[in-house]
């Protein structure tokens, strides 16, 4: 589902025109403090309202030194995981055949695409391979908490000191015409 954002003192027809629908019920009763919010809200209703959010202005912070390291940090681990990936598949055996650890078959290389056994579905690799990739995934989805701990406390700061816009908006579904 789209979705676009409106000004508060749009006219209430041209909020129905760009939404697309025929019934559109403007819900003006609820303010989210949030777009993730808003969104799940008309989600919730099946497209059939329009509601209001606050707005926040996000794209005049620039990332703080400590969210570019984290940043960094995510980049260089996303490449390792990437590396260690391709370095363990079964792509890179020097054996033509692979057995499947599941259903013993044995399997030429050249037929299977990606790491999965075409019979059974079974992962090809050696257990500690998957379990080490997860490991990076875990690291990876830590250090993503942190940026957006940091980014939180930017905003949370941001806010506090008058630095960036805070706007109340109209959040409109767009029906997708269908041809």
Not at 80 to 97: G, V
Not at 146 to 155: H, K, P, S, V
Request: proline share 4%.
């Amino acid at each position: 589902m789209e979705f676009k954002v409106m000004p508060l003192k749009s006219d209430v027809s041209e909020i129905i025109e760009t939404s697309g629908y025929e019934m559109l019920v403007l819900k003006n009763e609820t303010l989210f403090p949030s777009r993730e919010e808003a969104e799940a809200a008309i989600k919730e209703q099946g497209g059939s309202c329009a509601v209001r959010f606050k707005h926040v202005a996000l794209d005049q912070l620039e990332p703080t030194v400590t969210m570019g390291q984290i940043t960094d940090r995510i980049r260089r681990m996303r490449e390792q995981r990437d590396k260690f990936e391709a370095e363990h598949s079964i792509h890179e055996l020097s054996a033509k055949l692979v057995t499947c650890t599941n259903c013993e078959s044995k399997i030429a290389k050249s037929y299977v695409e990606g790491e999965m056994c075409p019979v059974c579905g079974n992962d090809l690799r050696s257990p500690y391979i998957p379990a080490q990739i997860a490991t990076y995934e875990e690291k990876i989805a830590e250090l993503q908490r942190e940026y957006n701990d940091a980014r939180e406390r930017q905003l949370k700061r941001a806010l506090a000191k008058g630095e960036i816009d805070v706007r109340v908006m109209w959040l409109v579904p767009v029906h997708e015409q269908r041809d």
